[in-house]
């Protein structure tokens, strides 16, 4: 093959290994690195083998040779120039003809990347999840037709009908649901039935395995075809997740139900998506660019023009803080008050007037009164903030933290009679002595579930008790009396309801120092008492003039929301600004800030000690000027990357746990 015929750009001699044959049409390939290095984050070119010219098509997985090592890429277009001047490497394989990478998810892909200010591999490496031979291999059936219904759920709603109506119409209404009392997955079961008969399309993502079984066991017994229906959930294995992710792809499956990374299900022409639950930390990632599926809905929404639905029994301070963006679905308040349980709390001030010795106790005395009362006619669910029999132990004597010998870790107690043991290294203190008053004896510095339910069998002798925790979680009880003791998320779901919820720890929930700590704990109050029958009781054992206990009792998600949106619009705290945290060695901090040009209105806080001598660093400005802040922060991580230059700078965007 001659000089000419080698050429990819007239007149610039751009050329590739002239014992390859390349391919007449389109022969350049502009490649993704599947690396996390942000100055890697960017398009290489590279030819196309005659031998790949029909399967090296857009979205592909290829492998290609890079800094003398085969590694894994995406091709993302072709075309017939490059921009490098030198000589272009060929493609060393096409790992699969199978297209998995659509236009729209790379487009969405780009935005979230940019928006979190990391890299496009690590956004694609959580969008497609990894290739499966056998699985690819498969044949699915052509997609079902879907037998519509009523959304008789949704006919209650102020704007539910409207919302529906106007979703199957293709407008894209965009809207927050609050459920009170009612089930989510009910409804979105009705919602995501009803699309399908019309011929959309809709991604469900729940916050946990639990949450799906639910969505799909309402699609089932609302006659929905298991066809149509595709679950996208890591637990599922990479052979059965590839698979259900391939039938989405293919078109199988026109209804998508899965864990955050469904978000980014690959369907062309996408009615709706739905979030339950989005407060719920589980929908974030753990791992850079730490997107949230949150936000990578609104995302979607506004570039595919879809449909936008947030749902779950609370409103999320995010959610709010995009109003009127969202319109607010919800039953009118005369309703939700008498569709929902009372709810009181125990530590108010006629309690504390009447028996002040009880108010400070874990379980005050008006709490065994309604249990007792509320066993006669059913489950009773007690939520705890804590797993385990006593998490964290101190000295008896001068209450200092119990502390292992062997690695200073914290200490623990796994049941009445045994010793110490070590939370971190699994140490066991048989002769423990405090290093600071030398007492030997301890007590609990926090109950959880094990010691909590040991004290309610005590206390109810004869009526079962029954634990539900992360570590076993039960997913149903039946109606007959009984003490359900579950942590947060563990819940089970009653037959007819509980006859009373009691939520225990309630302060030192509140208490907690992290930013969401009081949006979490209000929420999760919130789902317990959704399972209580109308007519049954809610105890929350928290300080009753406190604004979250208060929204409780009044059934007031959306004020709270609004409030907690308030208080951080004063301290300038997300979502009311966008905010970046920085953290790394202190003379790294100072080189990345000393790179960054920041608006005179941005707003820098710290440092504040972190683990390992480290510090942390937060930058926040107006929402407007977010986009911009993220692509500093990007051309800062990428110039340090580039010229290897000191230790690594941690950036996260928004990030939950502040």
Known sequence: MSDDQLSLVPGKKKRVKAEVPIAQIAPVAHVIIDSSLPHLDRVFDYAVPEKFAEVAQPGVRVRVRFAGKLTDGWLISRSDESEHPGKLAALANVISPEAVLLPEILELAKSVASRQAGTLSDVLRSAVPNRHATAEATEFPAAVKVSDLEAS???????????????????????????????????????????????GKIVIVAPDRAAIDRIVSSLQNNDCPKTAIAILAADDGPAQRYRNWLSVLRGTANIVVGTRSAVFAPISELTAI???????????????????????????????????????????????????????????????????????????????????????????????????????????????????????????????????TECSGPLMQSARTSAPTCNLCGHIENLWKCKKC??????????????????????????????????????????????????????????????????????????????????????????????????????????????????????????????????????SLPPAVRLAAITGDQADIDDALAMLELNPETLVRGPVPGRENQVRMLISCDRKRGLDLATQLKAMTTARSAKHKGGSVNVRIDPINL
């Open 153 to 199: 759920a949704w006919a209650d709603y102020v704007g539910g009908p409207a919302l529906i109506k106007r979703t199957i119409a293709g407008d894209a209404p965009r809207a927050i649901v609050t459920t009170g009392c009612d089930d989510p997955a009910e409804m979105l079961a009705q919602l995501a039935i009803t699309i399908s008969a019309n011929g």
């Open 274 to 404: 739905c979030v339950w639950d989005d407060w719920n930390e589980t929908l974030s990632d753990p791992q850079a660019p730490y997107w949230h599926a949150r936000d990578v809905a609104v995302l979607r929404s506004a570039q595919q023009n879809t449909a936008l639905v947030f749902i779950g029994a609370t409103m999320s301070v995010e959610t709010c803080a995009l109003m009127p963006w969202l319109a607010h679905v919800a039953k009118n308040r005369d309703q939700i008050r008498s569709e929902s349980p009372k709810v009181r709390s125990a530590l108010d001030e006629a309690g504390a007037k009447i028996n002040p010795a009880a108010s400070g106790s874990r379980i005050p005395s008006a709490v065994m009164q309604g249990m007792k009362a509320a066993l006669t006619k059913g489950p009773v669910l007690v939520l705890v903030s804590r797993l385990g029999y006593s998490p964290r132990i101190v000295c008896d004597t001068c209450r200092t933290s119990a502390l292992c």
């Open 438 to 571: 030398k007492g030997n004896s301890i007590r609990a510095a926090a109950v959880g579930s094990e010691r909590t339910a040991e004290e309610l069998g005590r206390a109810f002798p004869g009526i079962p008790v029954r634990s539900s925790t992360s570590d076993h979680i039960l997913r149903t009880v039946d109606s007959r009396p009984a003490i359900v003791v579950a942590t947060a998320g563990a819940a089970p779901i009653a037959q007819g309801g509980y006859a009373a919820a009691i939520l225990l720890d309630g302060n030192s929930m509140l208490s907690r120092p992290e930013l969401g700590a009081t949006q979490e704990t209000f929420a999760k109050w919130n789902e317990c008492a959704s399972l209580v029958r109308p007519d049954g009781e809610v105890l929350v054992v928290a300080d009753s003039e406190h604004p979250a206990v208060q929204a409780l009792i009044r059934h007031d998600p959306a004020g709270f929301a609004q409030r907690e949106l308030e208080q951080r619009t004063q301290v």
